[in-house]
């Protein structure tokens, strides 16, 4: 098998949201030839503009492409670029391969593999572990499942795009990994929240106290740069708390399929939602503000008891 270097190699991709425009920017800058695909047209124009050019269908990209990636919002989503009729699998030329990015169950990723097995074709799950600004700097990690000479031959592209990339095992290993990150992510970020909300309800002052709990030894890196905005009440996304929350379920539908509890798991998805709920549109550190409102709350009640 070739390996996936800017001269061997035409991609395709679908899904130039947030993360797949960042993503086919740094492949074009980098000389790859890349055809997108996508329903939002604005996107898909930005992204003509820097170089790429436009499919007209996902039949016509998966015609003219020796290599597909795609970058897709859930499962539903990838079925149906993927299996169902005219999807890239409908009809695809054999020999092909394909380097499936979206953050979905692993069944699913299971039964790409297993629809492109039939149709002669190399699925591979590639899951991002990152932020968009990493992907802009290309700091990314990647999580793959499946054939290691697939994984050997797209190790230029994945240079291109990540800053170290691990091959996990088999089909839907990938996806799995990218859930056991996700899982110590989310968690981690509401036992941060519930020490802050601590701190304050103790009377520390709160811009000291997130500065010296940003450089102790318990905040990892991911985290650090979240409590730098949250001193400055700035939740704009960089990974949206909805991005968690869908993350959150595909963890604890996981985890029931395997008839396993993780219950701190469930309580940080219950936190995780209600802030969600509270703004659809903030970063997944919105928790933080999520708890500091549940302690000005009950100090407000108390306040309101020893006056009544």
């Known amino acids: 098998m070739n390996r996936f270097t800017a001269d061997q190699v035409k991609l395709g991709f679908v899904g130039v949201g947030a993360m797949g425009s960042r993503l086919v920017r740094r492949l074009v800058d980098h000389g790859y030839q890349v055809i997108v695909f996508d329903q939002n047209q604005s996107a898909v124009d930005e992204l003509r503009a820097i ?40 009809g695809i030329q054999r020999g092909k391969a394909v380097i499936e990015m979206s953050t979905i169950s692993p069944q699913t990723s299971r039964e790409v593999h297993a629809q492109g097995y039939k149709q002669g074709v190399n699925v591979m799950d590639v899951a991002i572990s990152g932020s968009t600004p990493a992907v802009e700097q290309g700091t990314v990690t990647l999580l793959a499942g499946g054939d290691a000479e697939l994984f050997e031959a797209a190790e230029p592209m994945f240079q291109t795009l990540a800053s170290q990339y691990f091959l996990m095992g088999p089909s839907g290993a990938g996806t799995s990994m990218k859930l056991v990150v996700n899982t110590v992510l989310g968690v981690s970020l509401q036992a941060i929240a519930e020490g802050i909300a601590l701190g304050e309800a103790e009377g520390l002052d709160r811009q000291r106290l997130l500065e010296v709990l940003a450089q102790t030894a318990v905040v990892p890196p991911a985290h650090k740069g979240k409590l730098a905005k949250a001193e400055q009440n700035d939740y704009a996304a960089q990974f949206a708390v909805g991005l968690m929350n869908k993350d959150f379920r595909l963890i604890l539908e996981s985890a029931k399929s395997s008839n396993l509890m993780l219950p701190a798991t469930a309580a940080a998805y219950n936190v995780n939602s209600a802030a969600f709920n509270e703004d659809s549109s903030s970063d997944l550190s919105s928790v933080i503000r999520y708890m500091e409102e549940l302690v000005q709350s009950r100090a407000s009640e108390k306040t309101e008891r020893r006056s009544a």
């Not at 007209?56 to 670029?81: G, H, P, Q």
């Not at 993927?82 to 699998?89: N, P, Q, S, T, V």
């Open 51 to 90: 170089g790429a050019s436009a499919g007209k269908s996902l039949a016509e990209l998966a015609k003219n492409a020796d290599v597909i990636l795609s970058c897709l919002t859930d499962d539903n989503a990838v079925r149906n670029v993927y299996l169902k009729r005219d999807g890239i699998l409908d």
